[in-house]
Nanobody, 116 residues
Framework: QVQLLESGGGLVQAGGSLSLSCAASGSNFRINAMTWYRQAPGKQRELVATITRGANTNYADSVKGRFTISRDNAKNMVYLQMNSLKFEDTAVYYC??????????WGKGTLVTVSS
């Protein structure tokens, strides 16, 4: 059974930093793209950052220059370093992994709360 487990969320003051991790397990297929999404209260889920297996990255305009996505292919992990956090970054952050089987899977999310 494929599982994605996020960790690293918490409460931080505006201007601070947090680092999120996501570990994928339970599949023999290769992971292609890995993506962080977030969903703020009352809003739709939105893409935050994505990284291909070859480490090509793409970011939402709202986080460019502040967030950095990276991955460790050997460990099937993806990371999100979040700096200069703003109140509007408050959300549940979800990890998504696209496997070479053609299926993708979601984690259950980790809450990031930024106090103003």
């Amino acid at each position: 059974q494929v599982q994605l487990l996020e960790s690293g969320g918490g409460l931080v003051q505006a201007g601070g930093s947090l680092s999120l991790s996501c570990a994928a397990s339970g599949s023999n297929f290769r992971i292609n793209a890995m993506t962080w999404y977030r969903q703020a209260p009352g809003k739709q889920r939105e893409l935050v950052a994505t990284i291909t297996r070859g480490a090509n990255t793409n970011y939402a305009d709202s986080v460019k220059g502040r967030f950095t996505i990276s991955r460790d292919n050997a460990k099937n992990m993806v990371y999100l370093q979040m700096n200069s956090l703003k109140f509007e970054d408050t959300a549940v952050y979800y990890c998504n992994a696209e496997f070479s089987s053609g299926r993708d899977y979601w984690g259950k999310g980790t809450l990031v709360t930024v106090s103003s």
